[in-house]
Structure formats: structure tokens, C-alpha cells
């Protein structure tokens, strides 16, 4: 563990906490003292009366009353600690996967207390809880910013598409087609570009006057076409054509993306010149991007 559970009180705690999957250590460490009562900075106080020669994993696992192996499969760190599973792409490697709040309603299932949110590592794909219908948030804010997508079946099907091109094109490739294709599609749709959908997610949405609220319901309407995008750019066979010499393969890559993305309304005039270098602009960063898959395969 790291240096903030380096405590030397080796005696259970009253009430044991059972560790979330994928919970950061910061957050169980906050949830085993609001449920003890016992402020974090006094929990991890050393004890000058009652020494350990136990390892911080050891300790933790005598405090919260858990046992070390629960510890290991439920928390990444403790993992790192006990040097198990390192892949470079798994939460304790560092590389897609970030510290976000887990869904409300599969804490509130798992853990019994719909007060005490949970902080865990998530993939950087994973953005609609499947099992509860929820968008989450993008990085830690609070759980009560996660809103139900149910009606709305086109985003589930949409994160599960976007988990299989992840599985299929690597999670390096997946994630720079999905910052930068988000980028383009922002673009895009700002020009009519299959708007109707979109304009329909955010009506079914009804979009609060809160900035973050606001701005996680546009993330959700977009998403269907943002891993439409992923779909289109992460594919070798696609991205040959838009990386072409040849005008005419752009041109028919450039076909091929709007047959999939269409320009709904024309009162905005479509220059289809800047149109090709932004798709072979955002067709070299994915390139990029691909070849990082390919070294971590090797």
C-alpha cells in the first residue's frame, strides 16, 4: 500500500467494510472510517504503544477485519503491492483506467449504504452502467450527476460496441478515436450533421440548468455517433484510404463517412476540401495511436 496506510494499529476496527471491485484505496480508506467513526488522520496515525513488523497489506487486512486475498481481487493497488497482475493496461499499470464514481445504484446493491459513494478504477470506455442504466460521470464528481439512459437503448448498444472495437482494435487505437473523433464530431454537428438523433437523446434527456449536468447529457446524446466515428477510424482496412496519396481514396473514404454520418440540413454550406484534412488529419493521430497497439502485442 501506499505511505497513507502505513499505520501501525493492528486491532480490528468494530464494523468490517468489504472493499468495493476496482475501489481505490483512497476511497475504501474514507469509507472504513465514516462507517468506524474514526477520522482518517487518527486512523492512520502511528501507534506508539502497539508495534507491527507486518507489512501495510497485512495491517489493513487485520483493521478492516478483510481478509488479504479479498484485498488483492478487489482493490488495485493492493495488487501492486502484492505485485500480482501487473498488465500494463489494467488499473495498477496506469494506462486506460482512471479513478471515477462507480455507479450509485451497483454500490448501493453491493455494499448496502446509498450515502457513502465509492471511487474506483474504470476503464476509460465505460461510460453506461449495462446492469442499471446509468451514465456516469467522467472523472469524480459526485454520483448524484449519473442519470438514467433507459430510455435511450441506442447508448447501450453503443458502449457495448464500444467495449468490442476496444477488445478488437486495441485500447490504445479505441481512445484516440474516441478523444479525437470527439473532437471532429463536436465539429460536425455544430454543421447539421445527423442531428436528429442527437437533438432527440438531449429532448428525451431534458437538459438542467446545471453546468455539469448539461454537459454530461450533451456527452451522452453524442455518444451513439462518437463510437460510430471509433468504428470508422479504428478499422486498418477504412484508415488506408483517408492515409492515401491518391485523392480519389480520400474522397471515397470521405463518402463512406458521410453514407454513415450524414448532413441532415444544408443551411450551412459543407466545404468539402477542409472536410478531407480533417479526416486525414485525425486519420494520421489514430495511425499514431495504433502502432502503440502494436508494440504492446510484440
Not at 74 to 102: D, T
Not at 244 to 266: A, N, T
Amino acid at each position: 500500500m501506499s505511505t497513507a496506510t502505513a499505520f501501525r494499529i493492528v486491532r480490528p476496527l468494530p464494523r468490517s467494510v468489504p472493499p468495493f471491485p476496482g475501489e481505490t484505496e483512497k476511497s475504501y480508506l474514507h469509507r472504513l472510517s465514516r462507517i468506524n467513526q474514526v477520522p482518517v488522520p487518527r486512523l492512520l496515525d502511528p501507534s506508539h504503544w502497539l508495534g507491527s513488523g507486518w507489512d501495510e497489506l497485512d495491517r489493513l487486512s487485520l483493521v478492516s477485519g478483510q481478509p488479504r486475498d479479498r484485498l488483492i481481487a478487489a482493490m488495485p493497488e493492493a495488487r501492486r503491492r502484492a505485485n500480482e497482475s501487473l498488465h500494463p493496461y489494467a488499473p495498477e499499470g496506469g494506462r486506460g483506467f482512471k479513478p471515477r464514481q462507480a455507479c450509485r445504484r451497483c454500490v448501493a446493491a453491493r455494499t448496502g449504504n446509498r450515502d457513502l459513494p465509492v471511487t474506483a478504477w474504470m476503464s476509460a470506455a465505460h461510460h453506461v452502467c449495462l446492469r442499471h442504466q446509468l451514465w456516469l460521470t467522467i472523472h469524480t464528481e459526485p454520483a448524484r450527476y449519473q442519470f438514467d439512459v433507459s430510455g435511450l437503448p441506442e447508448i447501450a448498444r453503443a458502449q457495448r460496441r464500444h467495449y468490442r472495437l476496444m477488445r478488437r482494435r486495441g485500447p490504445v487505437t479505441v481512445a484516440g478515436c474516441y478523444t479525437y473523433g470527439g473532437k471532429l464530431w463536436r465539429y460536425l454537428s455544430g454543421r447539421h450533421y445527423h442531428v436528429s438523433g442527437r437533438n432527440r437523446r438531449l429532448e428525451h434527456l431534458q437538459l438542467a440548468d446545471d453546468y455539469h449536468e448539461r454537459l454530461l447529457a450533451l456527452q451522452a446524446a453524442d455518444y451513439p455517433e462518437v463510437v460510430e466515428i471509433i468504428s470508422i477510424f479504428s478499422s486498418p482496412h477504412l484508415r488506408r484510404f483517408a492515409l492515401s496519396r491518391d485523392s480519389r481514396d480520400l474522397d471515397e473514404f470521405r463518402c463512406e463517412f458521410q453514407r454513415r454520418l450524414p448532413q441532415e440540413e444544408s443551411r450551412t454550406p459543407l466545404d468539402l476540401s477542409r472536410l478531407n484534412r480533417q479526416l486525414k488529419s485525425l486519420a494520421e493521430q489514430i495511425e499514431i495511436c495504433a502502432r502503440h497497439d502494436v508494440k504492446e502485442e510484440r
